[in-house]
């Protein structure tokens, strides 16, 4: 029976991973969040760059961390120091393990959730815990401690200071506002409690639906 549980815990664990590594891949492609963030803070006005210039730098950047994009970097219109460029293969990393993270997670859920289809679903509580509670704890210091936060999440991620970019040899910088950063960070959370809240849904409806097993 414990052994029964812990497997169950850890395929509510591998749920909301699985569900954070969808949640940052959509926010990373969502470009639409982008142009509203750059048109609402009037950054073509306020750097004096076309719109269509800084969306090209952006879908250049974005094409770089997809899995199957260019091995290396070079924005179309802007210089690039070397520290810039290595930074920019440290995020690439991160987000190419929550790509890869999908499939990967996909298939370990699906093979769980087949495996557990005469039991009581109480992976979907498991994982609506991790997909609801602790994305809300980091949230709200996003929210509320946003400065603090993310200075936090730089020095836990990179093992050195190269994410401080100077204007001068990075200008892709100022078309990367930290609102933008925010905003993703919200969207991310938003997702994770969407999906917990999905979760509770699924497991409310298999209670009210009774299962096929007789194990718990």
């Not at 979760?199 to 298999?206: D, K």
Request: charged share 15%; hydrophobic share 50%; aromatic share 16%.
């Amino acid at each position: 029976m414990k052994e029964h549980k812990i497997r169950q815990l850890f395929l509510g664990v591998v749920l909301s991973l699985t569900a954070l590594s969808v949640a940052v891949t959509a926010t990373l492609h969502c470009r639409p969040l982008y142009v509203r963030d750059i048109r609402s803070l009037s950054l073509p006005e306020k750097l004096g760059i076309p719109e269509e210039t800084i969306l090209r730098q952006f879908d250049t950047l974005i094409a770089y961390n997809r899995i199957g994009g260019p091995n290396e970097l070079a924005f179309p219109d802007l210089p690039s120091s070397e520290q810039g460029l290595i930074h920019f293969r440290e995020v690439k990393r991160i987000f190419l393990f929550f790509q890869w993270g999908i499939p990967v997670g996909a298939a370990l859920s699906a093979f769980g959730i087949f495996r557990f289809r005469k039991h009581k679903a109480h992976y979907l509580k498991y994982a609506a815990f991790f997909s609801l509670l602790l994305p809300a704890a980091f949230g709200a210091g996003a929210v509320f401690f946003w400065d603090a936060f993310f200075l936090l999440f730089h020095s836990l991620m990179f093992a050195n200071d190269y994410w401080l970019f100077d204007m001068r040899d990075d200008p892709v910088i100022l078309l990367l506002p930290d609102t933008y950063f925010y905003h993703c960070a919200v969207m991310i959370v938003g997702i994770l409690i969407g999906f917990g809240l999905l979760c509770l849904l699924f497991l409310a409806n298999s209670r009210r639906g009774g299962y096929n097993g007789s194990n718990g």
